[in-house]
């Protein structure tokens, strides 16, 4: 499965982005999607992830209420809503595919594939 993450780049603060993930390869089996994030120094970070159906979405506390989640999955495309950005948003962010693990796949460990990040940069 290869994964092309897309739709980033340079927002003010209190704007919004949609990025893109789409999925191409052997996409046939069903599997959940995530969205993690990263700073330079720092831990990849969870945003959010969708079940299969798209009928379950979770999302860390830092971006709920802001951020939404959805895929279609006959254009094999997983999507992140960001809206109300603000300055601490701002990391390179990658799609991803669990192969382990249990819902809400909230931990990076569980997956082995991984899109190439797309930067988000929000100014204040």
């Known amino acids: 499965v290869q994964l092309q993450a897309s739709g980033g780049g340079l927002v003010q603060a209190g704007g919004s982005l949609r990025l893109s993930c789409a999925a191409s390869?052997?996409?046939?089996?069903?599997?959940?999607m995530g969205w993690f994030r990263q700073v330079p120094g720092k831990e990849r970070e969870f945003v959010a992830s969708?079940?299969?159906?798209?009928?379950?979405?979770y999302y860390a506390e830092s971006v709920k209420g802001r951020f939404t989640i959805s895929r279609d999955n006959a254009d094999n495309t997983v999507y992140l809503q960001m809206n109300s950005l603000i300055p601490e948003d701002t990391a390179i962010y990658y799609c991803?595919?669990?192969?382990?693990?249990?819902?809400?796949?909230?931990?990076?460990?569980?997956?082995?594939?991984w899109g190439q990040g797309t930067q988000v940069t929000v100014s204040s």
């Open positions: 969708i079940s299969w159906t798209g009928g379950r979405s």
């Open positions: 991803a595919r669990p192969s382990r693990g249990t819902w809400p796949f909230a931990r990076s460990d569980a997956y082995d594939f």
């Open positions: 390869g052997r996409t046939g089996s069903s599997a959940a």
